[in-house]
Every structure is written in C-alpha cells, then in structure tokens.
C-alpha cells in the first residue's frame, strides 16, 4: 500500500520568491523546473522531493492559511534549524516539543513566509533506517 514519502507540494502565490527563499534554505537550485508554474528540489538521505507550485493552480477552495498535515523532515539539530529558519523570515507554528516520554524524538513545525506549514524533528526511527541501510 503506502511504500514510502515520494514528493511534498508547498504553493506559493509569488512562486520566484518561494523558489529563491527555498534555494537559500536548501543550500541547491531545484533540479527540474516548469517556469512559472513549479519547480523541483531532491534533498535528504533519500533524495526525497520537494515541490514548489504557483498557487494559481491550487486547488479550487484551498485554505488561505496554514492547513494540512503537517510532513516532518528529520534534521540533525533541532534548535540550529529552528534558528535558521527563524533568521530565514520563517514563524514558529509549533514550539520545539518534547514528544515519547524521553526517547529522543522533538518537534517543531514552522510557517514558511509563503503560509505552507513546514514540519522539522529529531527522529531516533529514521537514524535507525539509515543505519540499516549503511548511509550513516
């Protein structure tokens, strides 16, 4: 059934500053582009791929605020991207958050300056998949 994480969408109603915004945040320039319309970064362990759409196709009746589920992207310190993030014109969403009684997992989530909810954690699961797959 669901076999794994393939493309995260974000909108964007000034799609080039979102595209510039998120260039900066990720360090690349997307690897694959339809100008004006959407544009494509691979980032993580797993070349997992972000999108980035021109709001002018989103969905009829979207929300004009943060909505959604909130996708989390493992980071290996927390309160460092949180900050830069921050620095980055991002609002905190949800503060850094203890969760599993002390086993390690802490989340955040952050409001991109564009209204798409962007979720950061530590994950003890996903260093345990990438140790696994010999990638650490």
Same mark, same amino acid.
């Given at each position: 059934?669901?076999?794994?994480?393939?493309?995260?969408?974000?909108?964007?109603?000034?799609?080039?500053?979102?595209?510039?915004?998120?260039?900066?945040?990720l360090?690349?320039?997307?690897?694959?582009?339809?100008?004006?319309?959407?544009?494509?970064?691979?980032?993580? =362990?797993?070349?997992?791929?972000?999108?980035?759409?021109? @709001?002018?196709?989103?969905?009829?009746?979207?929300?004009?605020?943060?909505?959604?589920?909130?996708?989390?992207?493992? /980071? =290996? =310190?927390?309160?460092?991207?949180?900050?830069?993030?921050?620095?980055?014109?991002?609002?905190?969403?949800?503060?850094?958050?203890?969760?599993?009684?002390?086993?390690?997992f /802490?989340?955040? @989530?952050?409001?991109?300056?564009?209204?798409?909810?962007l979720?950061?954690?530590?994950?003890?699961?996903?260093?345990? /998949?990438?140790?696994? =797959?010999?990638? /650490?």
């Open positions: 059934m669901l076999r794994g994480f393939a493309t995260l969408n974000f909108y964007a109603a000034d799609f080039e500053a979102a595209k510039s915004w998120y260039s900066e945040l360090g690349i320039q997307p690897y694959y582009e339809v100008p004006g319309a959407y544009a494509e970064f691979r980032i993580g =362990d797993y070349g997992h791929e972000l999108g980035l759409i021109n @709001s002018r196709f989103a969905p009829e009746g979207a929300a004009d605020g943060p909505a959604g589920s909130i996708m989390y992207w493992h /980071v =290996d =310190d927390l309160q460092a991207t949180f900050d830069r993030l921050l620095g980055l014109g991002a609002k905190e969403y949800q503060p850094i958050t203890e969760r599993g009684e002390g086993k390690g /802490v989340t955040a @989530s952050m409001i991109d300056p564009f209204g798409n909810i979720g950061i954690m530590r994950n003890p699961h996903y260093l345990e /998949v990438l140790t696994k =797959d010999r990638r /650490v």
